[in-house]
């Protein structure tokens, strides 16, 4: 008995560690018809013979274990930069995980305590209670959702379309629903359990079709060419900026290389996040020396640098992106609203404080969080571009970036150095896919240490500066298309969804009963 449950224990940690391959960068996207129809095949057949409702809550916990263990294990990395933070490697390293494998155990324990016995109810229930707790674990505290199952799809564009219509969340709920849908023809009872299994195999290909018509339409659509062009720097500028005494003038240096700036050439130059530590937004302009010779009047900089303000009797800290005009002065500036956690801020700060355990952060500040995500419209003469700034993070919330889409081009700026050389940058890119593809609009992303680039509403990549290199692009033209539906409604189509699955499980259960 004991050797049985350990034989479980194990194969249900390898089945959500199997699962996560199916992310990127590695995309085996088959791989997830076999983990997730055996995961479900494993949990009915355990709730036949199975009476402690606790032990279902083990089983998601174990397969969620597995699949963030290893999927996010390039989060230690960040902590190996400071020697103040290492010996927190081995939080991030299992803890991590396993709190987030809890969001998994509460599904499959909501799953049990549902009563669905049969198959296709059962079905239903398992994906329902899934997606739900993938958007709770999106938006709790400040929300973590990174590596939803669906972001194995980033792939398959003309599929991935449909999330214009019913956003990330609702499509992950669709993927839940696919990768499990063998299990339904392998526990058939009827044939109306073969019909369900097959209705959710077929329907990849309607939302192939829809991308294919969506593509059409946007391939003929008017093109705009804007009489500025913004030119987005990948970098590759070490992170030893942080910790040693760098001079900013050789990193301002290399970014101004980087940018080839042409003084006649009207250019709006976007810089990575945090790109000068160790200059605030106030203090850049005592390195104008620098700027006065190689920008002009045609020229706007977008920095990511940080920015403070005197709250009473403290100093406020904020991750800001910046704008300046060639002089150096500050035009407008935005403040990044979702902080990462441990990173930027403590949660439950002023509580730990009271206890003096703010000493595992060794009692650094924490970052403030801004307080609206306004639109940047830049004005110039007869120019205007309205600009949606993103700052690193905060690209991997779908629903919660903009309240209305009354805006031509996302602006994501991230220093991605703090993932070493692992798997991390390519999940962090994958996100911006799924942003431009759902909001309908282009996403210029400029990266240190990252991937810089230019993503379409199509999810296609138009321009890239890969990983490890240095130099840039240019958005100069875009193709007019119209709002998306998910920009309109968000993520009310998510819960619209929702209810239509509870709608299809209680009618599969009248339909069984009668």
Known sequence: ?????????????????????????????????????????????KSKITQSKKHFFIYGWLFGFGYFLSSLYWISISLTFDQNFKFLIPIALILVPLF????????????????????V??????????????????????????????????????????????????????????????????????????????????????????????????????????????????????????YSNIDPVSVINELIDISQPNKDDKTIFVWPEGILPDVSQEELIEFKWLFEDVFSKNHLLFIGINSQKTNKEKIDYFNSLSIYDHNLEILNFYNKINLVPFGEFLPFENILKKFGLSVITNNYQSFSSGEDRKIIDIKRDDFSLKILP???????YSGKIFNNSNFDLMVNISEDGWFGSSIGPKQHFAHSIFRAVESGKYLLRSANNGIAAIVNPLGIVEQKVEYGQSGYIDFKKAKKIQPTLFSKYGNKIFITLILLYIFLIFSFNRFKNE
């Open 1 to 45: 008995m004991i050797k049985k449950r350990y034989i479980e224990i194990v194969f249900l940690i390898i089945l959500g560690a199997v699962s996560s391959l199916s992310l990127p960068p590695y995309n085996y996207l088959i791989i997830n018809f076999f983990t997730f129809s055996a995961f479900f095949i494993f949990l009915f057949k």
């Open 100 to 119: 987030l494998g809890i969001f998994y155990g509460l599904a499959t324990f909501c799953f049990i305590i549902s009563n669905s016995k049969k198959v």
């Open 121 to 242: 109810s059962s079905f239903l229930v398992f994906a329902l209670f899934f997606g739900v707790f993938e958007f709770i674990r999106g938006s709790i505290l400040t929300g973590f959702p990174w590596n939803l199952i669906a972001y194995s799809f980033v792939n398959h564009l003309e599929i991935l379309s449909i999330t214009s219509l019913i956003g990330t969340y609702g499509f992950n709920l669709f993927c839940i629903s696919l990768f499990s849908s063998p299990a339904i023809y392998i526990l058939r009872e009827t044939k109306k359990d073969v019909a369900v299994c097959v209705v959710f195999l077929i329907m990849p290909f309607l939302f192939y079709l829809y991308g294919s018509s969506y593509k059409e339409r946007f391939n003929s659509s008017d093109t705009i060419n804007y009489e500025y062009k913004v030119r987005a720097i990948g970098s590759n500028i070490s992170l030893d900026r942080f």
């Open 390 to 396: 993103l700052i690193c993070y905060e690209i991997i």
